[in-house]
């Protein structure tokens, strides 16, 4: 019996139309997730990148829309399937990872706690779920493994390609730190949508987020701080 392997490309080649659309779908994924990150990093002002985020969120949606047989209400439904013990417990593991970096690379830091800064926290966990985990998620989970699911057919790959690619997107803060943080939390989001859906991986997100910004890790995600090598 032929592998399958050898089966499937001999089908690419039996079928020209079809390795086309394949190439054309590695190149968009490959200007979507590497090429922008990288012109991003390297030209955009720091001060445009929410609304480089905004922009690329209606790309998304918009590709989302174009692949077709995406039933939308999977963005709002299964909260039945969020677990929120886990969700506490990962919490309290970001929380003790940015304290833990923190103490590490900023010696005697200690969070401000003045009336300002809680009003700005209290702010922050209001709009951060909105305003920056909603988007993240439906680009880098809804859209990645929704269009791109092709071109990665084995799980493991795609949820390590998945974080790579997450990783990349915060090469704009040109920080080891980040790019850790964020490989890690990517695997980590990636394996939580493809288990238990979109309103889990955003709580997930949401959370993760605003505690990192709560124990004064904000000195690493936020764009104002962003300072190029060059």
Same mark, same amino acid.
């Given at each position: =019996?032929?592998? %399958? /392997? +050898?089966? /499937?490309?001999?089908?690419?080649?039996? !079928?020209?139309?079809?390795?086309?659309?394949? +190439?054309?779908?590695?190149?968009?994924? #490959?200007? %979507?997730? #590497?090429?922008?990150?990288?012109? *991003? @990093? %390297?030209? %955009?002002?720091?001060?445009? =990148?929410?609304?480089?985020?905004?922009?690329?969120?209606?790309?998304? *949606?918009?590709? *989302?829309?174009?692949? +077709?047989?995406? !039933?939308?209400?999977?963005? #709002? $439904?299964?909260?039945? $399937? #969020?677990?929120? !013990?886990?969700?506490? @417990?990962?919490?309290l593991l970001v929380g003790a990872a940015g304290v833990g970096v923190m103490a590490a690379t900023r010696p005697g830091f200690m969070p401000d706690v003045s009336p300002e800064r809680l009003r700005f926290l209290a702010m922050l966990w209001l709009a951060y779920p909105l305003l920056s985990a909603l988007p993240q998620e439906l680009i880098f989970r809804a859209l990645f493994f929704h269009r791109y699911a092709p071109l990665l057919p084995d799980p493991r790959t795609a949820l390590l390609v998945n974080a790579a690619v997450f990783a990349l997107a915060h090469l704009m803060y040109w920080s080891v730190v980040v790019t850790a943080m964020t490989f890690v939390g990517g695997w980590i989001f990636g394996r939580t949508y493809r288990r238990r859906g979109f309103p889990a991986v955003w709580m997930l997100h949401a959370v993760a987020g605003n505690v990192l910004f709560t124990v004064g890790m904000g000195t690493y995600f936020w764009s104002g701080n962003v300072v190029r090598p060059f």
């Open positions: =019996m032929e592998p %399958l /392997a +050898g089966r /499937a490309r001999a089908a690419l080649t039996a !079928d020209p139309a079809a390795a086309s659309r394949r +190439g054309w779908l590695w190149a968009e994924f #490959v200007a %979507l997730y #590497v090429g922008a990150p990288l012109a *991003i @990093a %390297l030209f %955009l002002n720091p001060r445009w =990148m929410f609304a480089a985020l905004f922009g690329f969120t209606l790309v998304g *949606i918009g590709l *989302i829309w174009r692949t +077709g047989e995406f !039933d939308w209400r999977e963005l #709002v $439904r299964g909260w039945g $399937r #969020v677990r929120w !013990d886990r969700t506490a @417990a990962f919490a």
